[in-house]
Each structure stands twice: as structure tokens, then as C-alpha cells.
């Protein structure tokens, strides 16, 4: 197995370092008890995020880690289970069968090259649940889509929301819930509500989840998210179609852009909250906005 290796070891403005090794059985230093419980407990879950949780928790007994920041540009996916930290080191995962993204480990002290080598040689568990979890979010993705407008279909929300509740109380980090609601619009059908999901879903982060709520209202969990930051994504999808209309394919050239008025209601998780009280608070917040006449973002 060949990891490519990229470790930023001092703050995030120093080059990177990049350098190939080869995994081929035990490294010296290594652990191998822990290496075996490492691939035992990876075990557990196919979910994406619950993977990260669980491999975290597991490397920290051995390095100490804020958190750790996923990605994979070619399937789209992106995770993160970290607090905002000066050091990291990041890692290409690269495989003779695969490409299978970058792993970056978080936290506010410097990383010793003792500590790296351990951070390298616990990388191997991570590679097959890793590759699994992958095409398990890429078959869920598929099956659980909403088929007019491709956002995720509602029957997932309740188990989705549950989840990101749950990750976020136990790592300390914020989670919003973003309602956005289709006002006075002019022109119905499938082609309108398929082209306002994607404008939105092109607006919001990779890391976040849009639903398709109601006939013309759709809801975003944003990960890691707190009230200013939501209000800079709702800010957003609100002057984007102020300022661009919507375009409706197979419109004729010389037809105007749909001009769409928007409500937008949020909530912030706070340490008492269910998903039914986060989103009965949002609820009233995009009620609030209504009652504006639109193109208002409400709190």
C-alpha cells in the first residue's frame, strides 16, 4: 500500500511537505495492540462521520488531536469533526486500487516527528472501512434522493438530524437549521422547483445536507455552523436570486429570469435542544420572515 504524504507540521501559512511511503507490515514504533483495536472498532459503522468519530477517538489515545478534517473531491464529500487549530498534517490517501482522499489531524500544539510516524503507521486500519464507507454514502446518496430535485429526500431527515445533534453535543460545535421558503412565486412546475434546489444546494457547502421540506419550502442542516456563520450562507442564497432571478431550463433566450422572492427562518442547537424543538424554533423564525413580505432572513 502507498500513502502519499503531506504533513504541515508547523502553523497552516508553512509549506507543506510532501513525501511518499510504503506501508508493508509493521513499522518500528508501531503499536500493534492498538492497531488491532483500531480495526475492530472501525468496524461499527459505514457512516461517514460516525467512521471519523470513532477513528479519532481511537488515534487520540495515542496522539493527542483536536480533531480531524475529511475530503474527497472526486466523490464530493467533505467532514469534519474539529475545533479550530494552529498545527496540522495532512495525508493523501492513495492506494494501488484507489484514490480515497485526504485526512487532516487538527490541534493547537506542534506535532513532534515521534508523534507523526504513529499518526502514519495507524493510517493502514483506516483504508478498507474507509473505502466502504465510501460507496456506502455514494448507494445511500443515490437511494435517498428526492427524484425531482435531487436534495435529500425528507424520510432521511429525522435519522440525519439526529445524528448531526448527536456529533454535535459530543465534540463541542455549533449546528444550525436553515429553512427557506418559496414566496409568491409566478410560475409552478417540476422544471422551477428542480432549478430552485440546485441554485440553493450550489450555494450551500459540500458538508451541508438540503432536503426537499415541503412543496415549496426546503431545509439545510449546516455542520458545524453557528448563528453568524448561518446567516452568511442565508445572506447569500438571498442576493443570489435578489440579484440573478432563477433560470428555468428550456426558457427561451430572450424570456427574463423567474424573479423568486425568499423567506428564510433559522435556529442554532443549544444544549437543551431535540430536533423538534430546533426545528419548531425555526419554523417560527421563517414565519417571522413571512410576515415581512419576503426577502427577509429572520432569527
Given amino acids: 500500500m502507498v500513502i502519499s504524504v503531506r504533513a504541515k507540521t508547523q502553523s497552516e501559512t508553512d509549506a507543506g ?103 502514519e503507521s495507524l493510517l493502514s486500519p483506516l483504508i478498507c472501512p474507509l473505502r466502504n464507507s465510501l460507496k456506502y454514502t455514494t448507494a445511500v446518496k443515490a437511494a435517498y434522493m428526492d427524484p425531482l430535485t435531487g436534495a435529500d429526500n425528507i424520510s432521511t431527515l429525522p435519522s440525519t438530524l439526529e445524528r448531526e445533534i448527536d456529533l454535535s453535543k459530543r465534540h463541542n460545535q455549533a449546528l444550525s437549521v436553515l429553512l427557506i421558503d418559496i414566496n409568491h412565486i409566478h410560475m409552478t412546475g417540476d422544471k422551477v422547483l428542480s432549478a430552485l434546489a440546485r441554485r440553493i444546494m450550489q450555494l450551500c457547502r459540500t458538508t451541508d445536507a438540503v432536503f426537499r421540506y415541503e412543496d415549496d419550502q426546503f431545509l439545510v442542516i449546516l455542520h458545524n455552523t453557528n448563528k453568524e456563520g448561518t446567516q452568511v450562507i442565508a445572506r447569500r442564497i438571498l442576493r443570489s436570486f435578489q440579484k440573478e432571478g432563477l433560470e428555468i431550463p428550456g426558457q427561451l433566450p430572450d424570456q427574463e429570469p423567474l424573479q423568486v422572492s425568499l423567506s428564510l427562518g433559522f435556529s442554532v442547537l443549544t444544549g437543551t435542544d431535540s430536533s423538534t424543538s430546533l426545528l419548531e424554533r425555526a419554523a417560527k423564525a421563517l414565519g417571522k420572515a413571512k410576515a415581512c413580505g419576503g426577502n427577509a432572513i429572520r432569527f
Fill in 17 to 119: 511537505k510532501v513525501k511518499p511511503i510504503t506501508q508493508t507490515g509493521l513499522l518500528p514504533g508501531e503499536m500493534p495492540d492498538l492497531r488491532i483495536q483500531l480495526s475492530e472498532a472501525l468496524q461499527s459503522s459505514l457512516e461517514l462521520n460516525t467512521l471519523l468519530s470513532v477513528y479519532l477517538e481511537n488515534v487520540s489515545t495515542a496522539v493527542k488531536l483536536d480533531g480531524i478534517y475529511y475530503s474527497n473531491e472526486d466523490q464530493g464529500v467533505d467532514a469534519s469533526i474539529a475545533k479550530q487549530s494552529t498545527h496540522s498534517c495532512g495525508y493523501r490517501l492513495i492506494t494501488s486500487e484507489d484514490r480515497l482522499g485526504e485526512i487532516v489531524f487538527k490541534r493547537s500544539k506542534k506535532f513532534t516527528e515521534k508523534e507523526l510516524g504513529i499518526l
